[in-house]
Nanobody, 116 residues
Framework: QVQLVESGGGLVQAGGSLRLSCTAS????????MGWYRQAPGKQRELVAR???????NYADSVKGRFTISRDAAKNTVYLQMNSLKPEDTAVYYC??????????WGQGTQVTVSS
């Protein structure tokens, strides 16, 4: 079992920045895959950014150059730095982890609202 606790969402004006945090209940290096997804009202949940099992990063095209995923193993935490935010980034952001046994775990979600 893995518990994921997110924080850092909020309301920001377009062009602003936010940093999301996701802290896992166990070592993030014991997980195959960890990253951030988002779901806007009326839309499907989509990948934002993630670390793969090999330590590589994947980003959605819509956030490349604006968002950066990073991690701190000592804190069991993955971050999402979001810069140059746009109204279309408004969504609930979820942390997701994939265990070596292919179990998927989700955090509770954190709301990000970008006003124009």
């Amino acid at each position: 079992q893995v518990q994921l606790v997110e924080s850092g969402g909020g309301l920001v004006q377009a062009g602003g920045s936010l940093r999301l945090s996701c802290t896992a209940s166990r070592s993030i290096f014991s997980l195959n895959d960890m990253g951030w997804y988002r779901q806007a009202p009326g839309k499907q949940r989509e990948l934002v950014a993630r670390f793969t099992s090999g330590g590589n990063t994947n980003y959605a095209d819509s956030v490349k150059g604006r968002f950066t995923i990073s991690r701190d193993a000592a804190k069991n935490t993955v971050y999402l730095q979001m810069n140059s935010l746009k109204p279309e980034d408004t969504a609930v952001y979820y942390c997701r982890a994939l265990s070596p046994l292919s179990s998927i775990y989700w955090g509770q979600g954190t709301q990000v609202t970008v006003s124009s």
